[in-house]
């Protein structure tokens, strides 16, 4: 089932030519379509469905610096100012609130990796602060579990996953981006090794420069183009409960289930840490490649081998551009939940909270989520292919840091001096074959 999400209208005409394409309505391509415009260049924005439709209105709506790889957290920490200044100049509510996030933990190991983590962050000017037992307690009231400690950061934010990204879009649009939905880019059009325009179902657009920000669908684009780049796909569940007491504000993660209060009253809640990999001819190719990341995370991850196996074996790689293309034969990915996950879940946030135990579930969702093999996105252009640039492989993680991603990608694609390095996201690292592990605390 799709959780709703607010839409907006698309513009009739397709420009005959831009100076950016940005491929993708999601967070990260809203995102850099502003920044873009804000710099004074025309842009046309790009969706197959409609904008928001696919992860960015379906992930728990974090907006976390914590925990995040040394390489993020300057990118983080320019997310989190952007989220306000950006709903500012939209003029529209995206739901963001600073309400700070908290992480609990029943393992010393754990709380001691947090302890270093926290050191790091202070250096990059984030402040986040290692909790006693006693002082979990007085942020989770009622809470029964026995902990040994937390981690809080109260800069950390929460925004409406069904609202943020339309209302970017509307920033956007202000500043002039043209947004074109159920409009799929079939591929690149290129003139002596250059993008030299963008092949979509209602014409071409003629432009020097290209963003892809296709989320789970970016791989398959680039591969039309021999491109490589590896990234699984791994389906995620997740749920909206009925109206809850005021046992906390912001986001909770514990060992077990993680929860966000929602505007209406109620919260976001799933199961940490689980998914279903889909098993697809990509994923052997790049087995090496993944191999550690997935030893890191396999507890919580189940495997499944079918449809979308032989759906990618069918649609090979060489579709014709004057014809419907894979893209236009799914407008919005919409993997069912897994219910065991929802159910799961309920049951372990009552049994640890029993104020909580009249809460049910309103409603249960699937996504799919891209992930790079060392969980670090791609933000980069692509050498092969002059005038190309991903900003992709969000690994779970892109919606909260997607303000300032879209931002770095539009100073990427212009070259303008960057918001900060870029050399964490390049394209080459996830090509040359080496073995990559996660360095993510969550
Ligand atoms: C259950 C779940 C929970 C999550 N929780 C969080 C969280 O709390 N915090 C956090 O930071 N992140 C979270 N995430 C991850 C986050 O949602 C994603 O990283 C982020 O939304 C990625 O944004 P995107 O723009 O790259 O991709 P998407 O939002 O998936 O957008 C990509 C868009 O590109 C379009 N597209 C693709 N190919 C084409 C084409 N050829 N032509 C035209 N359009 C095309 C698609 O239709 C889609 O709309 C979660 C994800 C899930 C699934």
Same mark, same amino acid.
């Given at each position: 089932?799709?959780?709703?999400?607010?839409?907006?209208?698309?513009?009739?005409?397709?420009?005959?030519?831009?100076?950016?394409?940005?491929?993708?309505?999601?967070?990260?391509?809203?995102?850099?379509?502003?920044?873009?415009?804000?710099?004074? !260049?025309?842009?046309? %924005?790009?969706?197959?469905? !409609?904008?928001?439709?696919?992860?960015?209105?379906?992930n728990w709506g974090w907006c976390r610096?914590?925990? /995040?790889?040394?390489?993020?957290?300057? %990118?983080? =920490?320019? *997310? %989190? =100012?952007?989220w306000?200044?950006?709903?500012?100049?939209?003029?529209?509510?995206t739901g963001f609130r600073r309400t700070g996030i908290?992480? %609990?933990?029943?393992? $010393?190991?754990?709380? &001691?990796?947090?302890?270093?983590?926290?050191?790091?962050? +202070?250096?990059?000017?984030?402040?986040?602060?290692?909790?006693? $037992?006693?002082?979990?307690?007085?942020?989770?009231?009622?809470?029964?579990?026995?902990?040994?400690?937390?981690?809080? #950061?109260?800069?950390d934010g929460r925004a409406e996953p069904?609202?943020a990204?339309?209302?970017?879009?509307?920033?956007?649009?202000? !500043?002039?981006?043209?947004?074109?939905?159920?409009?799929?880019? +079939?591929?690149?059009?290129?003139?002596? @090794? =250059?993008?030299?325009?963008?092949? #979509?179902?209602?014409?071409?657009?003629?432009?020097?420069?290209?963003?892809?920000?296709?989320?789970?669908?970016?791989?398959?684009?680039?591969?039309?183009?021999?491109?490589?780049?590896?990234?699984?796909?791994?389906?995620?569940?997740?749920? +909206?409960?009925?109206? &809850?007491?005021?046992?906390?504000d912001g986001a909770?993660?514990?060992?077990?289930?993680?929860i966000r209060r929602r505007l209406?009253?109620?919260?976001t809640?799933?199961?940490?840490?689980?998914? #279903?990999?889909?098993?697809?001819?990509?994923?052997?190719?790049?087995? /090496?490649?993944?191999?550690?990341?997935?030893?890191?995370?396999?507890?919580?991850?189940?495997?499944?081998?079918?449809?979308?196996?032989?759906?990618?074996? +069918?649609?090979?790689?060489?579709? $014709?551009?004057?014809?419907?293309?894979?893209?236009?034969?799914?407008?919005?990915?919409?993997?069912?939940?897994?219910?065991?996950?929802?159910? @799961?879940?309920?049951?372990?946030?009552?049994?640890?909270?029993? #104020?909580?135990?009249?809460?049910?579930?309103?409603?249960?969702?699937?996504?799919?989520?891209?992930?790079?093999?060392?969980?670090?996105?791609?933000?980069?252009?692509?050498? *092969?292919?002059?005038?190309?640039?991903?900003?992709? @492989?969000?690994?779970? !993680?892109?919606f909260g840091?997607?303000?300032?991603?879209?931002?770095?990608?539009?100073?990427?694609?212009? @070259?303008?001096?960057?918001?900060?390095?870029?050399? &964490?996201?390049?394209?080459? /690292?996830?090509?040359?074959? /080496?073995?990559?592990?996660?360095?993510?605390?969550?």
């Amino acid at each position: 089932m799709s959780p709703p999400v607010s839409r907006i209208a698309s513009d009739e005409r397709l420009p005959a030519q831009a100076d950016v394409v940005v491929i993708g309505g999601g967070v990260i391509g809203v995102s850099a379509a502003y920044h873009l415009a804000r710099k004074g !260049h025309s842009v046309a %924005l790009i969706e197959k469905g !409609h904008v928001g439709a696919e992860q960015s209105s379906r992930n728990w709506g974090w907006c976390r610096q914590q925990g /995040r790889a040394r390489a993020e957290i300057p %990118l983080a =920490r320019e *997310a %989190l =100012r952007l989220w306000e200044t950006m709903q500012e100049d939209a003029g529209v509510d995206t739901g963001f609130r600073r309400t700070g996030i908290l992480f %609990l933990t029943k393992d $010393p190991q754990e709380l &001691a990796a947090w302890e270093q983590w926290a050191a790091i962050a +202070r250096e990059l000017q984030v402040h986040s602060t290692v909790l006693s $037992p006693a002082e979990v307690a007085t942020r989770v009231p009622g809470n029964t579990d026995k902990w040994v400690g937390g981690l809080h #950061t109260p800069s950390d934010g929460r925004a409406e996953p069904s609202m943020a990204v339309p209302a970017l879009a509307t920033g956007a649009r202000k !500043h002039g981006v043209t947004i074109h939905q159920r409009c799929a880019a +079939r591929g690149l059009e290129t003139q002596g @090794g =250059r993008v030299s325009g963008v092949a #979509t179902e209602k014409g071409t657009i003629r432009t020097h420069a290209v963003l892809l920000a296709g989320g789970a669908w970016s791989s398959l684009f680039c591969r039309r183009h021999g491109i490589a780049l590896p990234v699984g796909l791994v389906n995620a569940t997740a749920c +909206r409960t009925t109206p &809850a007491p005021d046992i906390m504000d912001g986001a909770l993660g514990t060992d077990l289930y993680c929860i966000r209060r929602r505007l209406d009253g109620g919260f976001t809640l799933a199961l940490r840490g689980r998914g #279903t990999v889909e098993l697809a001819p990509d994923l052997f190719r790049y087995a /090496r490649t993944f191999w550690p990341t997935y030893l890191h995370r396999r507890k919580g991850l189940k495997l499944s081998f079918g449809k979308s196996f032989f759906d990618q074996m +069918r649609r090979g790689t060489r579709w $014709p551009l004057d014809a419907p293309s894979p893209f236009e034969a799914e407008r919005v990915r919409d993997p069912a939940p897994d219910m065991s996950l929802v159910n @799961g879940a309920l049951a372990a946030l009552i049994a640890a909270n029993p #104020t909580l135990k009249d809460l049910k579930i309103a409603e249960a969702w699937g996504g799919t989520i891209d992930c790079t093999p060392d969980t670090i996105p791609v933000i980069s252009p692509v050498g *092969a292919m002059p005038g190309f640039f991903l900003a992709t @492989g969000f690994s779970g !993680h892109g919606f909260g840091i997607g303000p300032a991603a879209g931002k770095l990608a539009a100073d990427v694609v212009t @070259g303008d001096t960057p918001l900060v390095d870029p050399a &964490a996201y390049s394209h080459q /690292r996830l090509i040359d074959g /080496r073995p990559l592990a996660p360095v993510g605390l969550f």
